[in-house]
């Protein structure tokens, strides 16, 4: 760009237009924090819209402009997709539909502009970002890491809204259309191509340029997208006849009708919206328009929004993010102490974020162990081709490993992840602080053991902090940091920092007889082992808690977590209150006959390749009576479990382990699988009501035990029929 | 290269290596890549040198990869080297890592570096071959054809034989005769029995598998272990026998001259895969970054003769240089680490030392270069019993010698080696 003879600027976008009468449309919201491969940060949809709208009105009555450009000037985000927090502003669905209108309407000008539009990708493409393109004359992507192309509304329980799906439909076919819509799986730059969502890969140096040369050729009409429609010649023939089409809409009701699962209204009303826009592109975005109207004023796509940007606050919380939207600065080296089953995980999402890291095992077996987990881990993901294995290599490279603590000392960051034996948490810290001119963040990773308990013999408190992964480390999304007592606030900023670097969120609790996820997540099983005890059916817990939206039964999370890690979590946060005696002795009993869950094939379940099924013999071994509980609702096994939780995180609360509930409600979703959709513990008790879960609570207290006794705290909300949301 | 007291000199902070292991077992799927990597990250971190301290890598390579040409490159970028620090890859046949070792020397001393790692890797299991000629001409032709017909043509036209593959081998082109032959003609001249090379053969594998049990090597070895399934740790250099015998030794045929030939297998280095690197620094780096040196350099000197006639004698002509330069006798020397190549190499490079005639006639000095007290000779063994692992063979022995020394009184020591195509070089040490 040589010349720049006007520049418009109005929230998000701006323009510059060249002597070529080629207008550059730059997309840069201001002071958003949009991370590499993630959509954690949404735009402001309705305020991009309007721009776009309003430029665009600008743009067409001006006669200079020959063709538009869109870039991004961020590097790892091109249009992110829409700031779903606006949504919640929506109390009527007409409120809604009329957003989708006007969405629909920006797409169909872009698409009929005389002036065209050509994208040009280099980052995330998501949701109304791809859209959007869709409706350009032609795209073209960087070949740079970090592109992505997809539908992802979904995820909040929406479907697309800006006419991008028969859009996509023609571009790309039926079938890929409704798979990227139901999955939400986006595509890469490559794969994109030859789907024919994108017209042309080039350098990521080199696209700018090129987006212009391509911008002139159109608009002189010197080019003409070359583009077979239905992504490609034999795929229109073959899929693209209204039987094939049938039976792919056939076939997609059907595996959302059997498998349910998740956004079960929004998949239905996505799949129809789409099959009616492919028969009439005009009736379909009307049908389009009036599903997300409607879906977008339901309590579920609205509770799976608050919980988005309540994870979006607590990955930015100002009080820790000291890099005001910035990348952090990486650690340049970290070392991790502990093999299996943590260490190697820690090592991997280190290096899958360019982060070096030194692992220490305690022999040589372990190391041997160890590195084949981190190789197994990225050769794995890596595909047949030559340069997706150099990449995984050079991601390997990054970890070594040995039997000794040598290479610790220029460690920036060491994480201890050896297991729950205090005493040999304590001797680690000891003997990494012996060495020479070490000067590092020492990071304590436990279920159970208070990290004060681990830091009272440092030399150096004030760098010691706790953490907590939770289950394996590359399923989890959010990993606990516990202050313990000295803890310098850098300490904590440095390890939120590397949290955030290491792709989880990170949520900062304070270590007060374990750490909040800990003490709620125990509670939870606790209370499914008293149930066990009670008498109710192993397979009844399981069902009636997947019912109520968990990913998995507590059992199956049990054997997850590991038995003998529940087991000293109890003995650690319980010790021998009378209480908890029952699900204590069933712990013992499950460890002692080596039954401690997937790792050692067996616990609640039987692990057999990938195949796991109740174990039967675990009645006997705990001597269990199924069938004194006939007639058990599945409403009153929730009840008892998720109030148990419920409980657990108000009292956290209230002695301040949490914050605030929004930390509360994320760490319950995000660390605990809590259904997403019912916003976590705290939002779940606004919505069932102060004074009903009190009530219930009471109830349940006389009946079992104190631990059902509500905080006090709740007793004083639900007086004033208080909340904990303002909203 | 002189080295007048006053000037600065080369410590050697530390050295490592992986086990060398005979070609085509343990390291088969790897590449000296692989190995390099593994020498080099552990180097930095067991001397935990921060890596932005390093200003160079070197690394020796004989047979170099076709995929890493400049494998010291990837090494350093592979192994946390930072993206800024140069590397460069010598060759120099047998010599190849003694060469990078001493071109940081140079580095160093020249100011242009404080702090360099040098090394070697060869990877034979990871051998290259060619297409002959003609069908790498009929190939290049093919691919720029611009339809189907020119493109398959060519290689039709060429007739079915020549399509095979040939693996690359180094010829001695300008010797005449392979070091292998080289070294049946050494022990006719030097009338050196196969007794007497069993025997030194013998020696070897005895010395070296003491010296394993009783630990001698743990300083030096890496842990290694092998993608994909990295099941055990390699500790060991397998080609070492502690039962080998003069019956097992001399029931092997000769290579190289069936008929009347000494030299077999037996009494020659097997070739081997692995890896070595050692970190130097100016003397004034390691005392500001706080190391405590196992030795510096003293002194080195290459040589270099007449490949027909005397393929494997030019270390005897490096050592006479090396020791003038450092201003001491043979006798001075407390312990040398020569390269083992062939039974009959080595005790012919002895007798040379220690040979008047020799002196007066080749090296152009009146006495004798010295006597070399067995004593004090490889005395953990070397080549023909560890292996022959060509580009890492000179950092090995540099490695080796720098842990013994540590271990003693003495304050020099030697390292000698020939190198194909009629080269010799030799080092010495000194502590404090």
């Given at each position: 760009?040589?010349?720049?003879?006007?520049?418009?600027?109005?929230?998000?976008?701006?323009?510059?237009?060249?002597?070529?009468?080629?207008?550059?449309?730059?997309?840069?919201?201001?002071?958003?924090?949009?991370?590499?491969?993630?959509?954690?940060?949404?735009?402001?949809?309705?305020?991009?819209?309007?721009?776009?709208?309003?430029?665009?009105?600008?743009?067409?009555?001006?006669?200079?402009?020959?063709?538009?450009?869109?870039?991004?000037?961020?590097?790892?985000?091109?249009?992110?997709?829409?700031?779903?927090?606006?949504?919640?502003?929506?109390?009527?669905?007409?409120?809604?539909?009329?957003?989708?209108?006007?969405?629909?309407?920006?797409?169909?000008?872009?698409?009929?502009?005389?002036?065209?539009?050509?994208?040009?990708?280099?980052?995330a493409c998501l949701g109304v970002g791809l859209e959007l393109i869709i409706a350009c004359k032609y795209r073209i992507g960087s070949n740079g890491r970090g592109v992505e192309l997809g539908l992802n509304q979904l995820e909040n329980g929406l479907i697309p809204c800006a006419g991008g799906m028969p859009r996509l439909a023609r571009l790309v076919g039926t079938k890929e259309t409704i798979d990227m819509i139901l999955t939400g799986e986006p595509l890469d730059a490559e794969y994109a191509r030859q789907a024919g969502l994108l017209d042309e890969i080039v350098p990521p140096e080199l696209l700018r340029e090129t987006a212009r040369k391509r911008a002139l050729e159109l608009s002189a009409k010197e080019l003409k997208p070359r583009r077979f429609r239905f992504g490609g010649v034999a795929n229109a023939l073959?899929?693209?006849?209204?039987?094939?089409?049938?039976?792919?809409?056939?076939?997609?009701?059907?595996?959302?009708?059997?498998?349910?699962?998740?956004?079960?209204?929004?998949?239905?009303?996505?799949?129809?919206?789409?099959?009616?826009?492919?028969?009439?592109?005009?009736?379909?975005?009307?049908?389009?328009?009036?599903?997300?109207?409607?879906?977008?004023?339901?309590?579920?796509?609205?509770?799976?929004?608050?919980?988005?940007?309540?994870?979006?606050?607590?990955?930015?919380?100002?009080?820790?993010?000291?890099?005001?939207?910035?990348?952090?600065?990486?650690?340049?080296?970290?070392?991790?102490?502990?093999?299996?089953?943590?260490?190697?995980?820690?090592?991997?999402?280190?290096?899958?974020?360019?982060?070096?890291?030194?692992?220490?095992?305690?022999?040589?077996?372990?190391?041997?162990?160890?590195?084949?987990?981190?190789?197994?881990?990225?050769?794995?993901?890596?595909?047949?081709?030559?340069?997706?294995?150099?990449?995984?290599?050079?991601?390997?490279?990054?970890?070594?490993?040995?039997?000794?603590?040598?290479?610790?000392?220029?460690?920036?960051?060491?994480?201890?992840?050896?297991?729950?034996?205090?005493?040999?948490?304590?001797?680690?810290?000891?003997?990494?602080?012996?060495?020479?001119?070490?000067?590092?963040?020492?990071?304590?990773?436990?279920?159970?053991?208070?990290?004060?308990?681990?830091?009272?013999?440092?030399?150096?408190?004030?760098?010691?902090?706790?953490?907590?992964?939770?289950?394996?480390?590359?399923?989890?999304?959010?990993?606990?940091?516990?202050?313990?007592?000295?803890?310098?606030?850098?300490?904590?900023?440095?390890?939120?920092?590397?949290?955030?670097?290491?792709?989880?969120?990170?949520?900062?609790?304070?270590?007060?007889?374990?750490?909040?996820?800990?003490?709620?997540?125990?509670?939870?099983?606790?209370?499914?082992?008293?149930?066990?005890?009670?008498?109710?059916?192993?397979?009844?817990?399981?069902?009636?808690?997947?019912?109520?939206?968990?990913?998995?039964?507590?059992?199956?999370?049990?054997?997850?977590?590991?038995?003998?890690?529940?087991?000293?979590?109890?003995?650690?946060?319980?010790?021998?209150?009378?209480?908890?005696?029952?699900?204590?002795?069933?712990?013992?009993?499950?460890?002692?006959?080596?039954?401690?869950?997937?790792?050692?094939?067996?616990?609640?379940?039987?692990?057999?390749?990938?195949?796991?099924?109740?174990?039967?013999?675990?009645?006997?071994?705990?001597?269990?009576?199924?069938?004194?509980?006939?007639?058990?609702?599945?409403?009153?096994?929730?009840?008892?479990?998720?109030?148990?939780?419920?409980?657990?995180?108000?009292?956290?609360?209230?002695?301040?382990?949490?914050?605030?509930?929004?930390?509360?409600?994320?760490?319950?979703?995000?660390?605990?699988?809590?259904?997403?959709?019912?916003?976590?513990?705290?939002?779940?008790?606004?919505?069932?009501?102060?004074?009903?879960?009190?009530?219930?609570?009471?109830?349940?207290?006389?009946?079992?035990?104190?631990?059902?006794?509500?905080?006090?705290?709740?007793?004083?909300?639900?007086?004033?029929?208080?909340?904990?949301?303002?909203? | 290269?002189?080295?007048?007291?006053?000037?600065?000199?080369?410590?050697?902070?530390?050295?490592?290596?992986?086990?060398?292991?005979?070609?085509?077992?343990?390291?088969?799927?790897?590449?000296?890549?692989?190995?390099?990597?593994?020498?080099?990250?552990?180097?930095?971190?067991?001397?935990?040198?921060?890596?932005?301290?390093?200003?160079?890598?070197?690394?020796?390579?004989?047979?170099?990869?076709?995929?890493?040409?400049?494998?010291?490159?990837?090494?350093?970028?592979?192994?946390?080297?930072?993206?800024?620090?140069?590397?460069?890859?010598?060759?120099?046949?047998?010599?190849?890592?003694?060469?990078?070792?001493?071109?940081?020397?140079?580095?160093?001393?020249?100011?242009?570096?404080?702090?360099?790692?040098?090394?070697?890797?060869?990877?034979?299991?990871?051998?290259?071959?060619?297409?002959?000629?003609?069908?790498?001409?009929?190939?290049?032709?093919?691919?720029?054809?611009?339809?189907?017909?020119?493109?398959?043509?060519?290689?039709?036209?060429?007739?079915?034989?020549?399509?095979?593959?040939?693996?690359?081998?180094?010829?001695?082109?300008?010797?005449?005769?392979?070091?292998?032959?080289?070294?049946?003609?050494?022990?006719?001249?030097?009338?050196?029995?196969?007794?007497?090379?069993?025997?030194?053969?013998?020696?070897?594998?005895?010395?070296a598998s003491r010296a394993e049990d009783e630990g001698i090597f743990e300083d030096e070895i890496i842990h290694t272990f092998i993608p994909p399934h990295f099941k055990e740790a390699i500790i060991k250099d397998n080609s070492i026998d502690e039962n080998a015998s003069m019956d097992t030794l001399g029931d092997l045929p000769p290579l190289f001259d069936r008929e009347f030939g000494t030299v077999t297998a037996g009494n020659s280095a097997p070739i081997a895969d692995g890896a070595a690197a050692v970190l130097l620094m100016s003397e004034e780096k390691a005392r500001a970054l706080g190391y405590k040196p196992l030795a510096y350099i003293k002194s080195y000197a290459y040589s270099a003769s007449n490949p027909d006639s005397e393929l494997l004698m030019s270390p005897v002509y490096a050592i006479a240089k090396?020791?003038?330069?450092?201003?001491?006798?043979?006798?001075?020397?407390?312990?040398?680490?020569?390269?083992?190549?062939?039974?009959?190499?080595?005790?012919?490079?002895?007798?040379?030392?220690?040979?008047?005639?020799?002196?007066?006639?080749?090296?152009?000095?009146?006495?004798?270069?010295?006597?070399?007290?067995?004593?004090?000779?490889?005395?953990?063994?070397?080549?023909?019993?560890?292996?022959?692992?060509?580009?890492?063979?000179?950092?090995?022995?540099?490695?080796?010698?720098?842990?013994?020394?540590?271990?003693?009184?003495?304050?020099?020591?030697?390292?000698?080696?020939?190198?194909?195509?009629?080269?010799?070089?030799?080092?010495?040490?000194e502590k404090e």
């Open positions: 760009m040589t010349t720049k003879e006007r520049e418009q600027t109005t929230g998000s976008l701006s323009y510059t237009v060249d002597s070529d009468g080629i207008a550059t449309l730059v997309v840069h919201t201001p002071g958003s924090v949009v991370n590499r491969l993630r959509h954690e940060d949404y735009l402001a949809m309705e305020e991009l819209l309007d721009k776009i709208d309003k430029d665009l009105d600008m743009l067409e009555s001006d006669d200079e402009i020959r063709a538009v450009v869109i870039v991004s000037d961020k590097d790892w985000s091109f249009i992110s997709g829409a700031d779903a927090g606006e949504y919640l502003e929506f109390t009527l669905a007409d409120e809604g539909r009329s957003y989708s209108l006007r969405a629909q309407e920006v797409s169909e000008r872009i698409e009929a502009s005389r002036a065209p539009f050509v994208a040009a990708v280099n980052g073959l899929k693209e006849n209204p039987v094939s089409r049938k039976m792919s809409f056939d076939k997609a009701k059907k595996d959302i009708r059997e498998n349910g699962g998740l956004h079960l209204t929004a998949s239905r009303m996505a799949v129809e919206a789409l099959e009616i826009g492919v028969a009439s592109f005009n009736r379909g975005l009307h049908v389009e328009s009036v599903y997300f109207g409607e879906l977008a004023v339901t309590s579920y796509a609205k509770q799976l929004i608050r919980t988005a940007v309540a994870i979006d606050g607590v990955r930015n919380d100002s009080r820790f993010s000291k890099t005001a939207g910035k990348a952090a600065k990486k650690p340049s080296k970290l070392a991790v102490a502990g093999g299996e089953p943590f260490g190697p995980g820690i090592a991997c999402l280190a290096a899958e974020s360019g982060i070096r890291v030194r692992l220490k095992a305690k022999d040589d077996a372990t190391v041997g162990k160890s590195l084949k987990e981190c190789y197994d881990y990225f050769m794995g993901k890596a595909s047949g081709r030559e340069e997706d294995s150099i990449h995984a290599e050079r991601k390997f490279d990054l970890i070594s490993a040995a039997s000794d603590y040598s290479g610790f000392r220029r460690a920036d960051i060491i994480i201890e992840s050896a297991g729950e034996d205090p005493e040999v948490k304590r001797r680690i810290l000891t003997d990494v602080e012996a060495l020479p001119g070490g000067n590092f963040v020492y990071v304590s990773n436990s279920y159970a053991v208070p990290v004060s308990n681990i830091s009272g013999g440092s030399k150096n408190p004030a760098k010691v902090i706790g953490m907590r992964m939770s289950g394996s480390v590359s399923d989890s999304d959010l990993i606990e940091i516990s202050i313990g007592e000295g803890t310098s606030p850098e300490t904590v900023s440095e390890t939120f920092e590397l949290v955030k670097l290491l792709g989880r969120t990170p949520l900062v609790v304070k270590d007060k007889a374990g750490s909040y996820l800990t003490r709620v997540e125990l509670a939870y099983f606790a209370e499914a082992l008293q149930l066990l005890g009670e008498g109710v059916g192993a397979q009844d817990i399981e069902d009636a808690m997947v019912q109520f939206g968990f990913p998995e039964g507590p059992l199956s999370a049990m054997d997850d977590v590991g038995l003998d890690v529940v087991k000293q979590g109890a003995v650690a946060i319980y010790g021998h209150s009378p209480e908890y005696a029952k699900p204590r002795a069933m712990l013992d009993q499950m460890v002692s006959e080596g039954k401690t869950g997937v790792r050692s094939g067996t616990g609640f379940y039987r692990y057999h390749r990938d195949e796991k099924r109740l174990d039967r013999s675990v009645s006997r071994l705990l001597s269990l009576h199924e069938d004194d509980t006939d007639g058990i609702s599945q409403e009153y096994i929730q009840d008892r479990l998720v109030l148990a939780l419920v409980n657990e995180a108000m009292s956290c609360l209230e002695e301040e382990v949490i914050e605030s509930a929004r930390d509360g409600d994320v760490g319950a979703v995000l660390g605990l699988g809590f259904p997403a959709y019912r916003g976590g513990p705290f939002r779940y008790v606004d919505t069932v009501g102060t004074g009903d879960v009190l009530k219930k609570l009471h109830n349940l207290s006389v009946r079992y035990g104190t631990r059902y006794s509500p905080p006090v705290s709740l007793k004083n909300t639900a007086v004033g029929g208080g909340r904990f949301y303002e909203d | 290269m002189s080295q007048p007291d006053n000037r600065k000199r080369v410590a050697i902070i530390s050295g490592l290596r992986t086990p060398f292991a005979r070609s085509g077992t343990i390291y088969r799927d790897l590449t000296p890549l692989d190995l390099g990597k593994i020498a080099v990250t552990e180097l930095v971190n067991r001397t935990e040198i921060d890596p932005a301290d390093v200003g160079a890598l070197v690394f020796g390579s004989v047979m170099p990869s076709v995929r890493t040409p400049n494998i010291a490159r990837d090494v350093a970028l592979g192994s946390g080297i930072p993206d800024r620090v140069p590397a460069f890859t010598v060759s120099s046949s047998c010599a190849s890592s003694v060469q990078a070792i001493t071109n940081a020397v140079d580095s160093i001393l020249s100011g242009a570096a404080d702090a360099v790692i040098a090394g070697g890797a060869e990877c034979i299991s990871d051998g290259s071959y060619l297409f002959s000629t003609a069908r790498r001409h009929t190939g290049l032709e093919s691919a720029k054809g611009k339809n189907l017909i020119d493109k398959v043509s060519p290689l039709f036209r060429m007739g079915a034989s020549g399509h095979g593959p040939v693996l690359a081998v180094m010829p001695e082109r300008y010797a005449g005769l392979t070091t292998g032959e080289a070294a049946e003609k050494t022990a006719s001249e030097y009338k050196i029995s196969r007794a007497e090379q069993d025997g030194f053969a013998l020696r070897s594998h005895s010395f090396a020791l003038d330069r450092a201003k001491i006798t043979l006798g001075d020397v407390d312990l040398v680490e020569m390269h083992e190549a062939f039974s009959a190499q080595v005790i012919s490079s002895i007798k040379a030392l220690s040979s008047k005639g020799f002196a007066k006639e080749k090296l152009g000095r009146p006495q004798a270069v010295g006597e070399i007290d067995m004593e004090r000779f490889n005395v953990s063994g070397g080549s023909i019993a560890l292996g022959h692992a060509l580009g890492a063979t000179g950092a090995r022995l540099v490695t080796t010698l720098v842990y013994r020394m540590a271990r003693r009184k003495g304050q020099f020591g030697l390292v000698a080696l020939p190198a194909a195509g009629g080269l010799g070089v030799s080092i010495v040490l």
